[in-house]
């Protein structure tokens, strides 16, 4: 089992930049793939970004490519969501995700969140 907890959300301004963390427990940490997923007020959840098990292979949501990377550390059990130029319309809640594929779902383990905010 995995324990996820995001840190790094907060207030930016438009074109600002922000870098989100993911600490894992868990002793198989190494053996998941990550994700990013965010949901904004009244919306659904939407995937963000994914990364294999190794950190060679990512993916992205069309809106935050080549804005937004995700990379990892196996050696810390950490995931990261670098944003940057950043808009108003990626303010929401962030979550990270592991799961066995770097897919858009079928996560298994989520983490509580972390707001973003992102004014105009």
């Known amino acids: 089992q995995v324990q996820l907890v995001e840190s790094g959300g907060g207030l930016v301004q438009a074109g600002g930049s922000l870098r989100l963390s993911c600490a894992a427990s868990g002793r198989t940490f190494s053996s998941y793939a990550m994700g990013w997923f965010r949901q904004a007020p009244g919306k659904e959840r939407e995937f963000v970004a994914s990364i294999n098990w190794s950190g060679f292979s990512t993916y992205y949501h069309d809106s935050v490519k080549g804005r937004f990377t995700i990379s990892r550390d196996n050696t810390k059990k950490s995931v990261y969501l670098q944003m940057t130029s950043l808009k108003p319309e990626d303010t929401a809640v962030y979550y990270c995700?592991?799961?066995?594929?770097?897919?858009?779902?079928?996560?298994?383990?989520w983490g509580q969140g972390t707001q973003v905010t992102v004014s105009s």
């Open positions: 995700a592991a799961g066995r594929e770097a897919t858009t779902q079928g996560y298994s383990y």
